[in-house]
């Protein structure tokens, strides 16, 4: 790697569509990523892994409804879609094609390691039965489809629970075998896990979780929402008598809420024997303060789904302006190629030296200055826009040369197809003497 101008940094998260966004889904992964959203000098992806929900539901309309709710709480807690990349998984075809490439290099015994599909199969060893029971191909192959997910946009930091380290480090390991066989082509990802963030608890003080049946809903009507707020389990405590912060989960939910000074005052307002209700008043009001602005985007966003479509829509092409070049040079690297580029085997000695494409710059009747890069048959690979003098046309020329992978961001070019693209990656790189 040479040493040129700071790299933006991708970071790259999926959110499964299954279930409906809760209170803990808020405060440990929603609230955060739209905070981190804003970061400068990075890029980031966010999608609706609707795929992987295919894994663990077979009911279209929940899947549906899901995509629909879960888009519109990201959107309501302030996500901006001109400024990340936020799309649906199943809209962007190169992550399956992708990830058959990945299949193709995954060994199977690195996949019977994996957590999920060893949960499954350790639970019906328990059970004695056939091990293989309630296994389908696809919780098998999670990983692969998620290592997708994270190599098809070259992304850097995966912001994950502890629970999905090790899928990260399998997207490694297979970018890695990948770059082993083909040439350095895929980033190698990293897991990143935010120890600071809150475990909410839920109702009944164990963890917030749609199984314990214990959660706060996130955009809830405002009485549901108040509701489950007084049904946060306390002691028996009267008021007047002090009580415990310690394992009291209302106070641990609010402050998850609530800056510190607010939390201090609470935490004395407990010394002094706050009732119960009253404290459960006061986290419903901080809560509301900081959803109810929200909650009219959500409802909106819910009440217009073709809204959200668009948006969906506008994020999947604006992933694509990544996906499909990058997929082009992918299948160039694996041998899924144009036949006709394939060198005449009478040439074939001579292949090497002569089969090299190049740049032609050259002057039009407009007066301008052009560049083309031509295979040695002589098919346009690159066709450049106009350039006010040769010099720039030059500079351009050895920017490409040094930096072959700038192709992909080079504004000089005329769009041609991926195909095209692809072979001009290919051609650039063995010009170069790159691999
Ligand atoms: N498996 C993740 C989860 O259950 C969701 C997911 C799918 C994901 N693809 C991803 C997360 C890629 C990070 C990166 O939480």
Request: neutral net charge.
């Amino acid at each position: 790697m040479s040493a040129t101008a700071p790299q933006v940094v991708r970071f790259l998260t999926g959110i499964t569509t299954t279930g409906t966004p809760h209170l803990g889904n808020y405060v440990g992964a929603i609230r955060p990523a739209v905070q981190a959203s804003r970061r400068a000098g990075a890029e980031n992806f966010y999608f609706l892994a609707d795929y992987h929900a295919l894994i663990k539901c077979d009911e279209p309309a929940r899947i549906q409804r899901s995509t629909l709710e879960i888009a519109a709480c990201w959107l309501a807690a302030g996500l901006d879609p001109d400024r990340v990349f936020f799309y649906r998984q199943s809209d962007i075809p190169e992550i399956p094609e992708l990830t058959w490439l990945l299949t193709c290099v995954t060994g199977k015994g690195v996949l019977n390691r994996a957590h999920a599909y060893k949960a499954q199969v350790d639970k019906n060893t328990a059970a004695s039965v056939d091990v293989d029971t309630d296994v389908t191909a696809g919780l098998f192959m999670y990983p692969v489809l998620m290592a997708a997910d994270i190599l098809m946009f070259k992304s850097h930091k995966i912001p994950v629970g502890r629970d999905q380290v090790q899928h990260i480090e399998m997207a490694r390991d297979m970018a890695a075998s990948f770059n082993h066989l083909y040439g350095e082509h895929l980033v190698l990802p990293e897991a990143q896990v935010d120890e600071s963030v809150a475990l909410l608890p839920g109702l009944d003080g164990r963890k917030m979780s749609k199984s314990y049946d214990n959660v706060i809903a996130l955009f809830g009507p405002r009485e549901q929402v108040r509701k489950q707020i007084f049904s946060i389990v306390t002691d028996s405590r009267a008021p007047g008598e002090p009580k415990d912060t310690e394992g009291s989960a209302l106070f641990q939910i609010y402050q998850a809420f609530a800056s510190e000074d607010d939390t201090r005052k609470l935490r004395q307002a407990y010394a002094d024997g706050i009732a119960w209700s009253d404290a459960k008043q006061l986290l419903f009001e901080r809560i509301d303060a900081e959803i109810g602005p929200m909650r009219e985007k959500y409802e909106h966003l819910v009440a217009h789904p073709q809204e959200l479509e668009q948006i969906l829509r506008a994020g999947a092409e604006k992933a694509r302006t990544r996906a499909t070049p990058f997929m082009g040079e992918l299948r160039q690297a694996v041998g899924l190629r144009n036949l006709a580029t394939l060198p005449a085997a009478a040439g074939k000695a001579k292949a090497a030296k002569t089969a090299l494409p190049s740049f032609k710059q050259y002057r039009e009747a407009d007066g301008r200055f052009y560049f083309k890069f031509v295979d040695p048959q002589g098919k346009v690979l690159l066709q450049s826009k106009a350039f006010g003098t040769p010099r720039e046309a030059g500079e351009t020329i050895a920017r490409l040369k040094a930096s072959p992978s700038s192709l992909h961001s080079e504004v000089m070019l005329e769009p041609l197809d991926s195909t095209l693209l692809a072979e001009a990656s290919q051609g650039l790189q063995m010009l170069t003497g790159g691999d």
